[in-house]
């Protein structure tokens, strides 16, 4: 059975920065650079906003591991950035396996959020989602390893660094919440293929299947070699129910090629495919998956 995995390291000194750019076993990841944009998680889902507030406690600016606020789920945390250039550290502990839902929202229509998510140990590549000055962005994230992991709140108008607006001030105000999801994860059976759409490009789709033997398969996306190309620049993870164990993260099937693709001979048991977008310009989201015997 594969066990290559995502290998880049994704934090430099401070140890958050790496984190504008996901990186990940392809060949070719570019950055994430941040666009004007909002997102709408598709399930329409809410928070449970009868939790009460943490207020988070300065410093947290991730200027070492430790210069951060611990936090247990559910999450609910009122912030702000609180001066031109400020972020927001938290570290939460997280189950392999476990899909939350995730909502920034601007308090008040001065911060415009942007949220990076990052397995603390380097290991398992990052997600980033942003959204428009004054308003809400949600967006789902599958932990494919259990542990810690680091939440970065900052203003989306300040990333990346190099091109700062230097946003910040007392009215910056957001509340970040975790809550149990809604997304339907899709059963497949192999050999399949299928067509798909995300909700946002800011939002993963979840597929499941099992074997009731060992297998050797083929797991590819197509989304810009499509005939009507899509926008998406996919990045695939299969994840090992059964033995609760994160098996492989494709970004680039080849060089020069956006497409996702990861091969092998797996177990019996019961698996967890998760296709994301990398593309912080995407718009057209459909894509193909097809899951074939080698």
Request: aromatic content about 6%.
């Amino acid at each position: 059975m594969f066990r290559k995995r995502c290998s880049a390291p994704l934090f430099m000194a401070p140890f958050w920065m790496g984190l504008v750019a996901p990186a990940c076993s392809g060949s070719d990841s570019q950055p994430n650079q941040a666009a004007d944009a909002s997102s709408a998680s598709p399930d329409g889902a809410s928070p449970d906003a009868a939790l009460p507030l943490t207020e988070e406690s300065e410093p947290n600016n991730g200027d070492s591991v430790t210069d951060l606020n611990e936090l247990t789920l559910p999450v609910a945390v009122h912030g702000a950035i609180g001066e031109a250039d400020d972020l927001d550290v938290f570290a939460v502990d997280l189950v392999a396996g476990e899909l939350l839902l995730w909502t920034l929202e601007a308090q008040g229509g001065e911060h415009a959020p942007h949220l990076a998510i990052a397995e603390a140990s380097n290991a398992a590549p990052p997600s980033v989602g942003f959204a428009n000055p004054g308003s809400t962005l949600q967006m789902h994230h599958f932990a494919l390893k259990s542990g810690r992991h680091h939440f970065i709140v900052r203003d989306e108008r300040n990333v990346p660094a190099a091109s700062s607006a230097h946003e910040g001030g007392p009215a910056n105000q957001y509340q970040l919440r975790s809550s149990a999801p809604t997304i339907n994860v899709s059963e497949v059976s192999i050999p399949q293929r299928l067509s798909a759409t995300l909700g946002s490009r800011f939002d993963p789709v979840v597929m499941s299947f099992t074997l009731s033997q060992e297998t050797d398969i083929k797991i590819e996306v197509t989304a810009t070699r499509l005939a009507a190309p899509s926008d998406i620049d996919s990045r695939l993870s299969l994840f090992y129910v059964t033995g609760n164990d994160w098996l492989i993260t494709n970004d680039d099937l080849a060089q020069g090629q956006s497409d996702s693709m990861v091969t092998g001979l797996l177990p019996a048991g019961e698996y967890r495919v998760v296709i994301d977008n990398i593309n912080p310009s995407a718009a057209n989201l459909d894509f193909e998956v097809d899951f074939a015997l080698q």
